[in-house]
């Protein structure tokens, strides 16, 4: 595939003989017809198929919390949910669920993530689980006013929690989750700056109600 940078004949679309061109983003490329057709119907190429439509799903169920606010930021020359399937689908299994919950990455950023973080169900109120961490607001671009961000799996749907009020500083949070009775739970924390622009990483718990 070549890359074209300038072209008297402007932008190039369509076909020509055994040459096929087309614009990305912006960016016009030229690249040549397969010689050969391969079976799409392959059982890896089913099966990657699959673990591409899993992961595709939860993206678009988090396409306005998170894939555009945390993941276009981070995409070069792609979109942010190119990024976040490129990133998680090995964490799918052949019938497009998700196989390994802690090689979900459900955030990405520059920002530091919670340290030390710890996650324990309160067993005197179901589906309330609490959330503790280390204040490690002097290491880079962290702050003790960063926001924490929660994203819940439960039986395989996510959801974004955004009333929390707590903070990098105040090193803890309690959040109630009415799904998470006698339910496995899996959470995914992270922290936003006060501007909602810069994000850290997410750090996995997994806790049983």
């Not at 020359?77 to 802690?102: C, E, T």
């Not at 280390?134 to 996510?158: H, M, Y």
Request: hydrophobic share 35%; proline share 5%.
């Amino acid at each position: 595939m070549s890359k074209i940078k300038q072209s008297p004949l402007g932008g190039v679309s369509g076909a020509l003989g055994n040459l096929v061109g087309s614009s990305w983003k912006g960016i016009l490329y030229l690249r040549t017809k397969p010689a050969v057709y391969h079976d799409a119907k392959t059982p890896i190429q089913t099966k990657y198929r699959t673990r591409f439509g899993g992961c595709s799903k939860l993206s678009k169920s988090l396409k306005y919390s998170i894939i555009r606010p945390v993941w276009d930021c981070k995409a070069i020359q792609m979109s942010g949910h190119n990024l976040f399937i490129s990133k998680n689908i090995a964490a799918f299994d052949k019938s497009g669920n998700i196989d390994s919950y802690d090689r979900l990455t459900i955030s990405v950023g520059n920002m530091p993530p919670p340290k030390d973080s710890l996650a324990q169900v309160n067993p005197e109120t179901p589906g309330q689980i609490q959330l503790c961490w280390s204040d490690n607001s002097n290491t880079c671009d962290a702050s003790p006013n960063d926001r924490l961000n929660l994203v819940t799996i439960v039986n395989g749907e996510a959801s974004y929690y955004t009333d929390l009020t707590a903070t990098r500083g105040v090193q803890s949070a309690t959040i109630t989750i009415p799904a998470a009775k006698d339910n496995t739970v899996h959470l995914y924390i992270f922290f936003a700056n006060e501007k909602n622009n810069l994000f850290s990483e997410s750090i996995y718990h997994k806790v049983q109600c």
